[in-house]
């Protein structure tokens, strides 16, 4: 069966992509065929081929359809500042429209496994009052959030879990990402975590100084995604 999701997090810098690749392994480990999108990312590097962003460029090394890198990434910028001020200063128009429409075509593809990386978190602006919580709405597929564990975690998690149900999508899934080393009281964080967040955890993936997906995948379970 198809499944997709939409991939958020608490905020930026939390490992999103990191634990969007370590669920595309763990569906290709189990089978599954793979796609992916991002739909919009700045902080580009210039190349031979055009911009390039490592956070797509991981998400593509872990889709096992065979997709071109505009297809994964469709807008990219390179200024590593917040998406909507970088296409403002390029003239770019960020519409929930043809973000959709970019988007639906990687989901009409057919992967078993889909999922579509936001950037930041649920409420990071497009153009004109929209956010990509509009886009993730306009594509009505279900939710995974990804919590960064350290201090201050557990606020953001709740507001961004009843943030995205009070939206009217459902909420699949969360992982508890450890981006702190030192977190105080992290066994304790976590059962919060698990108490408040109305969604089943799909893993806990602990501090990884340099992590792969395939490390990632390890701490991952799908089998507990709600849809």
């Not at 797509?56 to 889709?63: K, S, V």
């Not at 990386?117 to 153009?127: I, S, T």
Request: hydrophobic share 50%; with cysteine; net charge negative.
């Amino acid at each position: 069966m198809n499944a997709a999701y939409f991939v958020t997090g608490t905020d930026t810098e939390i490992g999103k992509t990191t634990i969007a690749a370590g669920l595309l392994h763990a569906a290709r480990r189990n089978g599954r065929s793979t796609a992916a999108a991002k739909p919009v990312a700045s902080g580009c590097q210039l190349t031979a081929e055009g911009l390039r962003n490592d956070d797509a460029l991981a998400l593509l090394a872990q889709c096992t359809l065979p997709l071109r890198y505009d297809e994964v990434n469709p807008l990219a910028f390179a200024p590593a500042i917040a998406p909507h001020l970088a296409a403002r200063d390029e003239g770019v128009a960020l519409e929930v429209p043809a973000l959709h429409r970019a988007v639906r075509s990687i989901l009409d593809k057919g992967a078993d496994f889909t999922l579509v990386e936001g950037a930041g978190g649920w409420r990071v602006p497009l153009g004109g009052m929209a956010t990509l919580a509009d886009l993730a709405l306009a594509l009505n597929v279900p939710v995974i959030l990804v919590v960064g564990v350290r201090l201050g975690c557990i606020n953001h998690a709740v507001l961004s879990a009843e943030a995205i149900i009070g939206d009217g999508l459902p909420l699949a899934g969360w992982v508890a990402n450890v981006v702190d080393p030192q977190v105080a009281r992290l066994q304790d964080n976590l059962d919060t975590l698990a108490e408040r967040l109305p969604a089943p955890c799909i893993g806990q993936v602990p501090y990884l100084s340099s992590a792969s997906a395939e490390q990632v995948a390890r701490h991952l379970d799908l089998s507990r995604l709600m849809l």
